[in-house]
T-cell receptor, first 115, second 112 residues
Framework: GENVEQHPSTLSVQEGDSAVIKCTYS??????FPWYKQELGKGPQLIID?????GEKKDQRIAVTLNKTAKHFSLHITETQPEDSAVYFC??????????????FGQGTELSVKP | ETGVTQTPRHLVMGMTNKKSLKCEQH?????MYWYKQSAKKPLELMFV???????ENNSVPSRFSPECPNSSHLFLHLHTLQPEDSALYLC???????????FGQGTRLTVV
């Protein structure tokens, strides 16, 4: 089955700097890779996702890149702000069929943006 | 708001109690999921329901009993839990295809 590894587990940056979180996956058949942000006391919120037919996707200050050959994908946050502080999770489909909610999650990255 | 509502938000129960968690989605999705989130561990998929039918049980102990009466509602019935079952229980919904999943706020469960 799918296995997802996420690094780093904690990341501290200064406001305005960039933050990069990396994930690797094991199943070459996986074709959908979402990223979730979880703030304290809340459920995970989908912030961006990428499908395997593209190598990069951007949405304002966040971007995700995908390298299918190497089986890794990364989240990039530019011009970080204190409100970006949260735990970020990457995920990949769990099992055949790539059902959207049937996900294998990474271990999470606690991002802290210092003002 | 994600369109997925979980109640209660917090629950404290004794090991001999019986309680139920409720999840409701207003997104028109036909797939619903229960996840468990423990401290220092990744989210773990527990159950998958597609069109009200359970299609996956990830070796979850029988003291957790899910119920899906229709595509909009999902329950998790709890009985004789253990302290190690204390965690955040998250409900999610999606279409049963390769599309986005949306999570509720979760129920913070403490077993004493």
């Amino acid at each position: 089955g799918e296995n997802v590894e996420q690094h780093p587990s904690t990341l501290s940056v200064q406001e305005g700097d960039s933050a990069v979180i990396k994930c690797t996956y094991s199943d070459s058949a996986s074709n959908y890779f979402p990223w979730y942000k979880q703030e304290l006391g809340k459920g995970p919120q989908l912030i961006i996702d990428i499908r395997s037919n593209v190598g990069e996707k951007k949405d304002q200050r966040i971007a995700v890149t995908l390298n299918k050959t190497a089986k890794h994908f990364s989240l990039h946050i530019t011009e970080t702000q204190p409100e970006d502080s949260a735990v970020y999770f990457c995920a990949a489909p769990g099992g055949r069929g790539n059902q959207g909610g049937k996900l294998i999650f990474g271990q999470g990255t606690e991002l802290s943006v210092k003002p | 708001e994600t369109g997925v509502t979980q109640t209660p938000r917090h629950l404290v129960m004794g090991m001999t109690n019986k309680k139920s968690l409720k999840c409701e989605q207003h997104l028109g999705h036909n797939a619903m999921y229960w996840y468990k989130q423990s401290a220092k561990k990744p989210l773990e998929l527990m159950f998958v329901y597609n069109f009200k039918e359970q299609t996956e049980n990830n070796s979850v102990p029988s003291r957790f009993s899910p119920e899906c009466p229709n595509s909009s509602h999902l329950f998790l019935h709890l009985h004789t839990l253990q302290p190690e079952d204390s965690a955040l229980y998250l409900c999610a919904s999606s279409q049963p295809t390769n599309t986005e999943a949306f999570f509720g706020q979760g129920t913070r469960l403490t077993v004493v």
